[in-house]
C-alpha cells in the first residue's frame, strides 16, 4: 500500500491530480483536545521512561471504558500499552505460538497478519470469508482447519478490507470452537467504534471471559480518533500472556512514551461527540462512493456495515486486481488498493478508503467510467 502512495506520489510530482482512496489514513487532524493533552505532558517534563507495561493513567482509562463498552473490568495486569495495532498483532503471536504454530486468519486479510505471522515463525491457516453471505465466516470452516499445532483463530469485526459487522450470534459460536479445543480467540477491534448499519451492533468475545482465559483484544487509536502517526495501540489478555507481550514491548521499544499515553487517554475520555462527526464523514462517503461507482457501471452488491472502506467486485470487467489498479492509477488518475493484496479471496476486488475528500469522491465515477472503457478497448 505504501508502494501504491509513493507512485502516486510520483505522478503527482509530474503534475497529474490523483484521487487518493488508497490509504486508510484520515484527513481529519487529531481532535485538538487530544492534541492540547500531548503538549501540556510535554510542557510538564513527561519525557522521560515511563512502565513498559503503559502509564499508571492510561491503564486505568483503558480499563474504564472497556467496563462500558465490553462489560468486564480487566485486571491491571492483563493491559499493556504498545507501539500501534500493528505491534500487538505481532506481540500476540509470538507470545502464544511456538515456530510453527497454526493461527486460524480470515481471508480476505489485513496484510499485516501475514507480516506479523511471518515474523513470529507462526503459519496462517486461512478461513474464507465469502461475499455470497455477506462476508460472514463459516463455523463448519473454521473448525475443519483445527489442527494439533492450531493455537488461536484470529477474527476482525468490524473487517478491514470488507466493511463485514460479526453478527454476536456467530461470535459467540467462533468462542466455543475455540473453548473445545482449548484454543485463544485474538480479536482485532481496532474499528469497533464504527458500526453504521442499525441491524449490526459490536459484540467482542471479550464479554464472555473477560479476557481471563482464552480471549486477547487488540485496539489502537489510529482510526478511532485520527491518529495515525501517534502509534499507540492497547492489548488486553490473560494476565500470562500480557505479561509476555509487555516483556516484548520492553525488549524492543522499552516503552510508548508518556506524551503520547497522554494523549491518548484524553483521546479515551472525549466526548463522543468529538469523534461522531468523524464518523458520519466516513458513513457519508461511504455512501458517496457506493454511488459513485453504482454510476460508473459497477454494480455494488455488498453494501459495509463498518469501518472505513468499501471493498467491490470488479470481477465483471477484470479478474486481475492489481493490473486494474495499476491500469486504473496510470490512466485515470484514482489510487486504490488491489484486492489481492489482501489474500486470494480478495482477488477480482478493489479496496477504496473513505480517509480521502469529498472533492475526490465527487469525480471517481467519471474517471472510473473512463479506465473502464479504456481496460476494456486494451
Known sequence: MFQIMAACQDLEKQGKRILHFELGDPDFDTPELITQACIQSLNSGNTHYVPARGSKDLIEAVRMTTGISRGFIPKKEQVTVTTGANSAIFYAFKAMCDAGDEVLTPNPYFPSYLAAAEIAGVVPRFYELSPDNGFIPSLSSIESLVSTRTKAILINSPSNPTG????????????????????????????????????????????????????????????????????????????????????????????VPGFVQDAARAAILCPNATTEKMYSKYRSRQLKICSQLNQAGLEIQYLPQGAMYVFPDISKYAIDSEDFALHLLKTSGVATVPGVYFGSKGESHLRFSCAGSDEDIADLGSRFQYAIKSYKAA
Open 164 to 255: 463485514t459487522v460479526f453478527p454476536p450470534e456467530i461470535i459467540r459460536l467462533i468462542y466455543e470452537i475455540a473453548l473445545k479445543h482449548d484454543l485463544y480467540v485474538i480479536s482485532d477491534e481496532v474499528y469497533a467504534r464504527m458500526i453504521y448499519d442499525e441491524d449490526c451492533s459490536f459484540f467482542s468475545p471479550s464479554s464472555i471471559d473477560s479476557c481471563l482465559e482464552r480471549t486477547i483484544v487488540i485496539n489502537g487509536f489510529s482510526k478511532a480518533f485520527a491518529m495515525t502517526g501517534w502509534r499507540v495501540g492497547v492489548v488486553v489478555a490473560p494476565t500470562d500472556i500480557s505479561a509476555k507481550i509487555t516483556l516484548l514491548s520492553e525488549s524492543i521499544v522499552s516503552c
